[in-house]
């Protein structure tokens, strides 16, 4: 059965059409950038042919999946030959809220509460509603599965996700933690119990997402209790260009010394800070690596607070936790930056103990969503 994977962002759009019944690989994928400007792109993959990369004029989300359908339909390529071949669509949403536990069947209703999600995920839900509203077009027979990035973390106790500030606040606004990377958090979990063969019910870990956006999650009996990203993707570890945990007061204090207004000051440790801002080099891990060897000790200090703030979260989930199984690096920086592993490996050990495995596992996000939309749409036939 195939099934597509459609993942909006605010200018792009990715995809991925996996056979889910075959060997759970991809069969092609790509990217439509710069959505909107002059000159938009398609990187189109078909597996085990070459790369294509071309220029289109493509002004909005709804004509990006249109050339995406294009692009899966094209006679030389052959992936598909009619749109109705795709059974399923299966779109990554950042923000599910209080509501959504689980990948869900959309219709309207679905539909709705995503956007009453929207103030909370102002850059990243409302591109997910285009993405969804033109693929109900566009691949017309096939059901739509929304996959959030909040779910997993739906198991969180009321005393985790609670802030410490006034609870009318929770009340009136939903200001408590949602955690985000749930798909990629529960991905490479379930891999962990897999390798140490174990059931995931009776696995502990901690798993450490390291990309663009960096977060660490304790998992245990199959679910996640507790994450380091809260009401919005800026809390916890210390990321490319995010600050990640920062005093309050720090905030208050900037505005007035460098006269910002709430958005300025949330531009800055959005956009301008973590492994960037402390730098003052680039939020790229490369690009740091690069200048430590070339001895920048600013390159050097923004490596070591990164490194630090993750021993931290890791230590609390040990705390948490009790028993750790294992621990676990995954995403572009947790994947290619062994060295990260090791230090953690080390240093952590007398805290961990012996038995606890530390591991690094690529992370699949896109076929967790192809099989959460295949376990929905498989009973629909
Ligand atoms: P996203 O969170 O957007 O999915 P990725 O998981 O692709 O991001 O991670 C992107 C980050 O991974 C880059 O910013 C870069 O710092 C880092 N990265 C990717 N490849 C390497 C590498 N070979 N060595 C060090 N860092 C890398």
């Known amino acids: 059965m195939l099934i597509l994977v459609i993942n909006c962002g605010s200018s792009s759009v990715k995809y991925d059409l996996f056979d889910v019944d075959g060997t759970g690989r991809d069969l092609c994928r790509g990217i439509v950038e710069r959505i909107g400007e002059d000159s938009s792109i398609i990187t189109h993959e078909v597996r085990g042919a070459e790369k294509i990369c071309k220029k289109v004029s493509c002004r909005d989300h709804h004509q990006a999946v249109e050339i995406i359908r294009d692009a899966l339909l094209d006679e030389n390529k052959s992936v598909i030959s009619e749109a109705s071949e795709v059974k399923g669509v299966g779109h990554r949403v950042v923000h ?12 309207d209703d679905v539909i709705k509460s995503i956007e009453k999600f929207v103030p909370l995920a102002p850059l990243h839900n409302p591109p997910s509603l285009e993405g969804i509203k033109s693929c109900r077009k566009i691949f017309r027979s096939a059901p739509q599965v929304a996959v959030f990035d909040t779910a997993f973390h739906h198991s969180m106790e009321k005393y985790v996700y609670c802030y410490g500030v006034k609870y009318e606040f929770y009340e009136k606004y939903g200001i408590r933690r949602y955690g985000f990377h749930g798909t990629s958090h529960r991905y490479v979990a379930a891999r962990a119990a897999e390798l140490l063969k174990k059931p995931f019910k009776e696995l502990n870990a901690i798993t450490v997402h390291l990309g663009n956006g960096c977060s660490a999650a304790a998992v245990s009996g199959g679910r996640s209790v507790d994450t380091s990203m809260g009401f ?22 900037l505005m007035q010394k460098e006269g ?36 920048d000790k600013r390159a050097q200090l923004a490596y070591d607070v990164f490194l630090y703030r993750i021993k931290k979260y890791i230590g609390s989930y040990a705390a948490v936790l009790g028993r750790v199984d294992a621990v676990v690096f995954t995403a ?11 230090t953690m490996q080390k240093d952590l050990r007398p805290l961990m103990g012996k038995k606890t495995k530390f591991l690094i596992i ?10 959460d939309t295949y376990g929905i749409v498989k009973n629909m036939e």
Do not use: C, H
């Open 96 to 107: 599910g809220g209080e509501e959504f536990s689980q990948s869900t069947l959309i219709d």
């Open 232 to 253: 919005t993707p800026l809390e916890g570890l210390v990321m490319g260009t995010r600050s990640g945990d920062i005093d309050p007061a720090a905030v208050t204090f």
């Open 260 to 295: 910002l207004d709430g958005e300025g000051v949330n531009d800055i440790l959005n956009k301008k800070s973590g492994l960037l801002g402390v730098s003052g080099i680039s939020n790229d891990m490369r690009d740091i690596l690069k200048a430590i060897d070339a001895g």
């Open 332 to 342: 572009g920086i947790g994947e290619n930056v062994p060295a990260i592993k090791d």
């Open 362 to 371: 690529a992370t699949n996000e896109e076929l967790l969503i192809a099989k």
